[in-house]
Nanobody, 122 residues
Framework: QVQLVESGGGLVQAGDSLRLSCAAS????????MAWFRQGPGKEREFAAG????????YYADSVKGRFTISRDNAMNMVYLQMNSLKPEDTAVYYC???????????????WGQGTQVTVSS
């Protein structure tokens, strides 16, 4: 069993930065992938950023590429999402997730965190 706990959400203004953290516990993993998803008001949950535990390779949704950076600390079992140049359309609940071997859709997630709210005012 895996537990994922997010923190770092809040209310910011457009153009500001915010850093989300995800603490993973219950088991350690040296392989596989972690990701951040988000779900805006009235929208479906969508993939934002992913990272491979073993080599740190990252990949992003086009909507956040160049503004968001995902990283991990293997020793601490932590995953981070640095969000810069935030826009009102980034307003969403952000979820940390443990992905299965392949795919980056919501259906490809093995474990979810409880989510943290990010609100960006204009």
């Amino acid at each position: 069993q895996v537990q994922l706990v997010e923190s770092g959400g809040g209310l910011v203004q457009a153009g500001d930065s915010l850093r989300l953290s995800c603490a993973a516990s219950g088991r350690t993993f040296s392989t596989g992938r972690m990701a951040w998803f988000r779900q805006g008001p009235g929208k479906e949950r969508e993939f934002a950023a992913g990272i491979y535990w073993n080599n740190g390779n990252t990949y992003y949704a086009d909507s956040v590429k160049g503004r968001f950076t995902i990283s991990r600390d293997n020793a601490m079992n932590m995953v981070y999402l640095q969000m810069n140049s935030l826009k009102p359309e980034d307003t969403a609940v952000y979820y940390c997730a443990k992905l299965r071997t392949t795919g980056s859709r919501s259906e490809d997630v093995d474990y979810w965190g409880q989510g943290t709210q990010v609100t960006v005012s204009s």
